[in-house]
């Protein structure tokens, strides 16, 4: 059979969050692979409470394990690499990335006691990475973190550009800027270029990206407008951000502290790499604690209102001796992403109770996105023209808008979302299979199936609020006649003005003494109608039917 | 002693929704009172899982039910009438409304099983209502439901502006227009105003507010470039919205079809007190389906993603007979409220998997506020030139931020949130006391605490999973070997490769098995060293500690 291309998106595509990409070539169903990025997701109370982190369900790479060439890593945020050591025993091949990137695949492989020895350590193009029949580049791009990197993928059926996440910075203020005659280049060799598959997530913002030198004036006015503390927020992976900050804190007079081990670690990681080459000094919390209010600057975790980050510990009170008062100012240095608008807005409340003065990034004074907005998109499919778009990294809206503008433009292109099987070989992408896919759940120490229904459970629970009943059966099959009933998370009392628990017990104890031996004797058919009754009850009591668990002992006959 | 004028908000001062708001006047401690406004809000899975509604705690009224003259209520909005029948029992006073606003208290009370008897149908301005010591007048103000009301509240002590939730529009489409000269008026007879208590939702939007009429002509220009289906979400009650949008369709040669029993009502509302003149037909859901789909414009409910209205239905599949095409356009003339964003994304998504065309109104062309922004506030502070301005409704720092920029003015101000007793006598504000409140949760058919411990347990659940133990012990106080667990929400194999429940039965066992006679006789020694095994074994096994209930289950002597 001919051989073909093949491009199967398991996380990222149809969502914002744990990219995860295949490609393939080779003869159908033998296709080599690659794997482009293994990152997570976070949980949510709506959809996944009491789950630590949420990631593609690579159960088709297991299988195909022996099909597998290595995993190459973009760049280092969590929704790229934040799975690689959870996932790494599933594949076991090597994983490559570069030098920055790498440090930070390294903790996550270690943290799960993986081997480190899987990961190589890559130069940036022209340096080329042979895999099975893969040859593949990292080429750096401009993004919210160092060192991020599109990938150029050459196979016998013709070249990919994988954007990974990017903007078009050319003053990015840490890291390698956009460089557009390099990808000029990249464009013109050879056959040029078959697919692009492109970040898709700013496909909504029309206006321009901006660069984040321009954040450099605005950031020092904005500090040296303050007259008590100043604190600002940011991701910890921007550390170009940091720098500004920092630099601007400096050049305002005052002592740049760090607060969140995120933050520490960056900034020790970009200087062990290499990446970051000048960060002002630094103070503890301690000798910040001490220093007059207006010659400290904190930079700090939790720009999305995470309730163990830094600022989430602030906003409560006294943290690491520092406690913020009245006059005080906090910015936010970010953008709120969506759903966690709940989180963000409880510590600024928080904070204003303390009459700390918030000064807020959603206006875009005082932060830049890191993704290529529309038209910077536009300009990407113009510089690269592309035979084939593939529209990646996004909800399923982005990547249907984004493909309608390629469309547009003429290009052949195909919205492609997880578990969809595309051939890319011919002049326009053709979907050729379905591939079970979905999401596992790090849940304690556990990976758990999104669909095994214990997250089903836990949200029943939580809405249902959750009724225990225990009964016994005696040696000879006669029921004892009480039950025993607790409830939890569900009102104590009733309408009857009694103890709930009391009311169901007094039905079941009626229903106890009547039951017929064939349903007593009968585990399942005791336990549907002990929860039918429970259930009655409380509807009846409460207006709620809870969920509802019995357990029937059997005494033994000794 | 001296009499005094107090303001006591109970809900509303500290967030956004469920206002409720006390002014009392005599002396101190036996202050007649009037309640003005008692809302809702709603809750969430991250704060208050399965609670269907969310109000003030209104103990300290019910505690002093005989000072109270009165309820006014300023607007038919969920978040200020939609407590009524659920708290009037605990008031059991006269309810003053205006007809429209009326008809929806009367739905409230009726539902609830209230006599509407106690409600009293008002004109405006002119007519004073004399409730105690206060002299209350309803003045039209203009906001996103119609005959919002602002209250004139003249007392002994002087004269209270209370603004209720408003906007300054001068052509509101439907209802009453904002009377600057009416207002002029007002703050010009007798001594002026002493107190203005006003809405700071919006006081962190820079620009001024913008006419509900604007929406006209984008809106129509929106309809007639569609060449399918056009739906179009908004809130229900945003009567004059439905209006234009239906308005639009009909010039643009569409049928109506209103979808949701809300939006159905509202309309049925309004025609019925007059307050809606005229309203193209409409046609019904059966109709609609029949129609070419270049002929129908859909106006339906759940622009804020709740999962039951009619958004959610048409994004899932047929509702109704409808269903939703590729080329369809869908419309969301609405603003996403903060805390809604994951509910609005999802339907958005599954709308773009059908091929829909979304429309966001966050842009501002599809969608104008209801509320007052930075300027209008000012323009109000200018107009009534009140000695003392209590910025109302609104989270801490809407509030905060609006007592700033009154005081920079010149005016006196005070943030006052939920419990806070204001004295307002004197030329500035003064806290004089302070209230225990909190919120009370309508749970099924229960009103509970929101401290109650439900709603934790229920989050407890969510987050950790449930383990039921059930343990019995014979008539000789000996344990039977047994222990049997049942687990709800976690994960069913761990790291022994076996079930959970079953390593956590085996340690168990062998405690109950050595367990000393003092532990087994006590019911809560025996309890908290089952819990503590439990939690321990399944740490162990899958690195999480669950809740844990024990049920212990003695055998009574024959």
Chains 1, 2 share one sequence.
Not at 34 to 60: E, H, K, N, Q, R
Not at 386 to 412: D, N, S
Request: contains cysteine.
């Amino acid at each position: 059979m001919a051989e073909r291309l093949i491009y199967l998106p398991l996380g990222g595509a149809g969502e914002i969050g744990m990219n995860a990409y295949v490609y393939g070539y080779g003869e159908p169903g033998r296709e080599r692979l690659i794997v482009v990025d293994l990152g997570v997701t976070f949980g949510d109370m709506d959809s996944a409470p009491g789950i630590d982190l949420i990631m593609a369900d690579v159960g088709w790479l297991e299988a195909n394990r022996d099909r597998i060439e290595g995993i190459f890593i973009t760049h280092g945020h969590e929704d790229h690499v934040g799975a690689l050591g959870l996932l790494w025993p599933k594949i076991q091949k090597p994983v490559h990335c570069r030098r920055f990137t790498g440090a930070l695949a390294r903790l996550k492989l270690e943290e799960m006691g993986q081997p480190v020895d899987q990961l190589q350590i890559h130069a940036p193009r022209p340096e080329v990475i042979t895999a099975g029949p893969f040859q593949v580049q990292f080429v750096p791009i401009s993004h919210s973190i160092p060192e991020s990197s599109a990938l150029i993928i050459d196979t016998p059926a013709g070249r990919i550009v994988h954007t990974g996440d990017f903007k078009l910075d050319g003053t990015p203020v840490v890291g390698e800027a956009f460089d557009p005659i390099m990808w000029h280049e990249i464009a013109g060799e050879g056959q040029g270029i078959k697919v692009l598959a492109c970040d898709s997530t700013n496909i909504f913002s029309p206006q321009p990206g901006r660069s984040e030198a321009l954040l450099a004036n605005p950031l020092l006015d904005f500090v040296m407008a303050q007259r008590q503390m100043v604190v600002a927020t940011t991701f910890a992976s921007n550390i170009a951000r940091l720098k500004t900050l920092a630099e601007a804190g400096v050049a305002a007079g005052r002592k740049i502290c760090l607060l969140g081990r995120a933050m520490r670690r960056m900034i020790t990681v970009g200087i062990e790499t290499g990446i970051l080459t000048s960060f002002p000094p630094v103070v503890s919390p301690e000798e910040a604690a001490e220093l007059p209010r207006d010659k400290v600057l904190l930079i700090v975790t939790g720009s999305q209102g995470e309730r163990r980050a830094a600022s989430a510990q602030l906003s409560r009170g006294r943290y690491l001796g520092i406690e913020l008062k009245e006059g005080d100012s906090f910015l936010f240095s970010s953008r709120t992403i969506p759903g966690n608008e709940r989180g963000v807005i409880r510590i600024q409340n928080q904070l204003s109770e303390m009459g700390v003065d918030l000064f807020d990034a959603d206006d875009g004074v005082y932060h830049v996105s890191g993704h290529a907005n529309r038209p910077d998109i536009e300009a990407v499919h113009d510089l690269l023209k592309p035979q084939i778009v593939i529209p990646m990294h996004g909800e399923h809206m982005h990547l249907r808008e984004h493909a309608k503008l390629a469309t547009k433009k003429g290009l052949a292109a195909m919205v492609a979302t997880n578990g969809d099987m595309i051939d890319l070989t011919g002049p326009v992408p053709r979907v050729v299979d379905q591939i079970d896919t979905g999401r596992l759940y790090l849940d304690g120490s556990v990976l758990i199936g999104a669909m095994d229904g214990v997250v089903r459970d836990r949200i029943r629970m939580a809405l249902n609020g959750h009724a225990m009943v225990s009964v016994i059966i005696d040696e000879d099959d006669s029921p004892l006649p009480d039950a025993w009933v607790e409830l939890s998370g569900l009102p104590e009392t009733g309408r009857a003005g009694v103890p709930v628990a009391q009311s169901i017990e007094g039905e079941l104890a009626e229903f106890l003494d009547r039951a017929d031996g064939k349903t007593v004797r009968n585990d399942d058919k005791l336990e549907e109608a002990i929860r039918k009754i429970t259930r009655q009850v409380s509807m009846e009591e409460i207006g709620k039917k809870p969920e509802v668990t019995v357990i029937i002992s059997r005494l033994a006959a000794e």
